[in-house]
């Protein structure tokens, strides 16, 4: 079956503009997870959606930014007064349920790059 | 809090040659320990996980690592490694609490003809 695909694969953006990145889940898997990897880091939770609720943002940066997931599927990352410091690659990642061990299938990323 | 040291950044070797990446962790609560592997251009892969049981766990690949509770430690090993193998290594924990991942700073195996 499908795998976890996000859209757009690559951003480019001015400093000050408001981006959105996208991600469409396996079928059927409730959690949904966002990470960010910096150039020659591993990746970094930044929130994690059982169902249609954020169940967890503790890793969102700041206020700029802002996940949803209306239907309890697509989610979309929302990153508002983009900084040259918010350029990385953003990964979405989706299992059947959030509970411990269950396998987490990864996208292959959205690269953001803020000039 | 959880963390993951992965000590090599990078680690060259040669065809057909045993290698051993290796992790450390520290949690306050019950792990569960993976590692996942980046081919350039391409999306994490899962390529083993612990979750209880048998504390030497085999994947895909040949792969295969070893739990160590009193060491902290889940070191990734391949008796024979491969030029295709070449790839970015992520150790991995997460716990019950929502299953969000901690990933080591990740290591380059760069295996040489």
């Known amino acids: 079956g499908a795998g976890v695909s996000q859209t757009p694969s690559n951003k480019v953006t001015e400093k000050g503009k408001y981006v959105e990145l996208r991600c469409d889940p396996i079928s059927g898997h409730t959690a949904l997870y966002w990470y960010r990897q910096s150039l020659g880091q591993g990746p970094e939770f930044l929130i994690y959606?059982?169902?249609?609720?954020?169940?967890?943002d503790s890793g969102l940066p700041n206020d700029r930014f802002f996940a949803v997931r209306p239907e309890g599927s697509v989610s979309t990352l929302k990153i508002q007064r983009t900084e040259r410091g918010d350029s990385a690659v953003y990964l979405c990642?989706?299992?059947?349920?959030?509970?411990?061990?269950?396998?987490?299938?990864f996208g292959p990323g959205t690269r953001l790059t803020v000039l | 809090a959880q963390s993951v040291t992965q000590l090599d950044s990078q680690v060259p070797v040669f065809e057909e040659a045993p290698v051993e990446l290796r992790c450390n962790y520290s949690?306050?609560?019950?792990?569960?320990l993976f590692w996942y592997v980046q081919y350039p251009n391409q999306g994490l892969q899962l390529l083993l996980k612990?979750?209880?049981?048998?504390?030497l766990v085999k994947g895909i690949n040949g792969f295969e690592a070893e739990f160590n509770k009193s060491q902290t430690s889940f070191h990734l090993r391949k008796p024979s490694v491969h030029i295709s193998d070449t790839a970015e290594y992520f150790c991995?924990?997460?716990?019950?609490?929502?299953?969000?991942?901690?990933f080591g700073g990740g290591t380059r195996l760069m295996v040489k003809p």
């Open positions: 949690s306050s609560v019950s792990v569960y």
């Open positions: 959606f059982q169902g249609t609720g954020a169940a967890d």
């Open positions: 612990y979750l209880s049981g048998s504390t």
């Open positions: 990642a989706s299992s059947q349920i959030g509970t411990g061990g269950n396998e987490q299938f």
């Open positions: 991995a924990v997460s716990s019950n609490a929502g299953n969000m991942l901690t």
